[in-house]
């Protein structure tokens, strides 16, 4: 099995805001995962990445809020998806003044 692409979508939510959603199935976990997926999914506000959930290879699943990072204990795409999605509006509901 080659990688399959599962998900590619951007959204907009304004003209300085915008969700990047990649999500691809993979014949064998990337290094440092346990599961056959890699992905890629970041907010962007005026140019900067505020919120960014990924897996890179050798460094697992993790999630960037701010300036920090930690470890994201990924259990579904599904899932994965509501957590992002949940992590910009607590983004937005925080910064609104921004």
Same mark, same amino acid.
């Given at each position: 099995?080659?990688?399959? =692409?599962?998900?590619?979508?951007?959204?907009?939510?304004?003209?300085?805001?915008?969700? !990047?959603?990649?999500?691809?199935?993979?014949?064998? =976990?990337?290094?440092?995962?346990?599961? $056959?997926?890699?992905?890629?999914?970041?907010?962007?506000?005026? @140019?900067?990445?505020?919120?960014?959930?990924? +897996?890179?290879? @050798?460094?697992?699943?993790?999630?960037?809020?701010? !300036?920090?990072?930690?470890?994201? =204990?990924?259990?579904? =795409?599904?899932?994965?998806?509501?957590?992002? $999605?949940?992590?910009?509006?607590?983004? +937005?509901?925080? +910064?609104?003044?921004?």
């Amino acid at each position: 099995m080659k990688a399959v =692409p599962l998900l590619r979508s951007r959204i907009a939510f304004s003209e300085a805001a915008f969700a !990047e959603l990649v999500l691809w199935q993979l014949p064998r =976990p990337v290094a440092g995962s346990t599961h $056959q997926f890699k992905y890629r999914l970041a907010y962007v506000v005026d @140019g900067a990445c505020v919120v960014r959930y990924d +897996n890179e290879v @050798g460094k697992g699943d993790h999630r960037h809020f701010g !300036e920090k990072e930690s470890a994201y =204990p990924f259990e579904t =795409p599904d899932k994965l998806i509501a957590d992002f $999605q949940r992590d910009i509006a607590r983004w +937005n509901r925080e +910064n609104h003044h921004s």
